[in-house]
C-alpha cells in the first residue's frame, strides 16, 4: 500500500485525533497520548529521551528563547521534551508520515501553542520520495532501497512487530532546509535535532552557506544505509562550515546497527 503524505499543514488547522489512544504521562510533566499500537515505540522513545538524557550535552542546553527544529519528529517525543524549555521560542517539527498527527494531538493536549508541524520529508524541493516504515515500531523509517542492518530489522519486528510484515510503502514529498527556514521565517537555528535515516546527506549537502551560518548547534544521528552514506563526508562538510565536531560511535551501534551520533557547535 502507498500512502501520500500532505503537503506543509499550519499547525492552526484542525487535525482529529485517532480514534483509540493510550496515554502515557512524561517526566516533564506533559501529558503523552497515543493510538495504542505505538505503545512498544513510545516507551523506547521515552526511554532514551527522558531517561537516558539521549539529546542533554554540556554547551546543548536548550534556552528559553530558542529556535529548534526537529527533524524526524515521527510521534513528537523529542519536540514535547524540548518545548518546555524553549518556552518563550519556537519549536518547528518536520514529518513525512502520518505519525506527525501524533504531535500535534499532544501539542494541543498540553496547549503548546508554539509548536509548529510541517508533513513533508526533508530532501530536494519539489521531489517525492517513497519510504518505507515498519508496522508496530515506526522510529526507523527510511527511504525506499535503502536497507537498514539485518540485527535492526530482527529487533524490530521481533520486539515490536509481527515476523514477517513487510514495511509499509510511504510517498511523501520533499521540503530542503533551505526552504523550510525561509518560509518558516527562521533567522537563526539554536538547535538543529536530525534524526532522519539517511537523508542527512543530501539535506547538508544541499544546504547554501548563508543558511549554514544560521544554525548555531546540531545534535544529528548519522545512519549508513546506502553505499554513498560515510559519516566521515558529514564532518567534513560541518567543519568546513565552521563548526567544531565531536563523534560518538559505539561499537554495537556502528559495526552492527549502522549508526551513530555527531555533535557540531560554533
Not at 484542525?14 to 501529558?31: K, M, R, S
Not at 544560521?214 to 560515510?230: T, V
Amino acid at each position: 500500500m502507498i500512502r501520500t503524505a500532505a503537503a506543509v499543514r499550519s499547525p492552526s488547522e484542525h487535525l482529529a485525533a485517532p480514534v483509540f489512544y493510550d496515554g502515557l504521562d512524561l517526566p516533564n510533566g506533559l501529558e503523552f497520548r497515543f493510538p495504542s499500537p505505538m505503545r512498544g515505540a513510545a516507551k523506547f522513545l521515552i526511554r532514551e529521551i527522558f531517561h537516558r538524557s539521549r539529546y542533554c550535552r554540556p554547551g546543548f542546553e536548550i534556552r528559553p528563547d530558542d529556535t529548534v527544529i526537529d527533524i524526524g519528529a515521527n510521534m513528537g517525543l523529542f519536540s514535547l521534551w524540548a518545548a518546555p524549555q524553549a518556552e518563550h521560542g519556537r519549536v518547528i517539527a518536520i514529518e513525512p508520515t502520518s505519525t506527525l498527527e501524533t504531535l500535534e494531538h499532544n501539542a494541543r493536549l498540553n496547549l503548546l501553542s508554539h509548536v509548529e508541524s510541517v508533513q513533508a520529508a526533508i530532501g530536494r524541493d519539489g521531489e517525492t520520495i517513497e519510504l518505507e516504515h515498519y508496522p508496530g515500531f515506526n522510529i526507523v523509517t527510511h527511504q525506499r532501497g535503502w536497507r537498514p542492518a539485518g540485527i535492526t530489522r530482527a529487533l524490530v519486528r521481533l520486539l515490536y512487530g509481527r515476523p514477517g510484515v513487510e514495511p509499509v510503502r510511504v510517498a511523501a514529498p520533499c521540503i530542503s532546509l533551505a526552504r523550510l527556514m525561509d518560509e518558516r521565517d527562521v533567522d537563526e537555528v539554536n538547535f538543529l535535532k536530525i534524526d532522519c535515516e539517511g537523508a542527512e546527506y543530501t539535506m547538508l549537502r544541499d544546504l547554501p552557506t548563508r543558511h549554514w551560518n544560521r544554525i548555531e548547534r546540531i545534535a544529528m544521528e548519522f545512519h549508513e544505509l546506502h553505499p554513498g552514506h560515510r559519516h566521515q563526508e558529514l564532518v567534513a562538510m560541518l567543519r568546513k562550515h565552521g563548526f567544531q565536531v565531536a563523534i560518538r560511535k559505539p561499537w554495537f551501534d556502528y559495526y552492527c546497527m549502522k549508526f551513530g551520533e555527531i555533535w557540531a557547535w560554533r
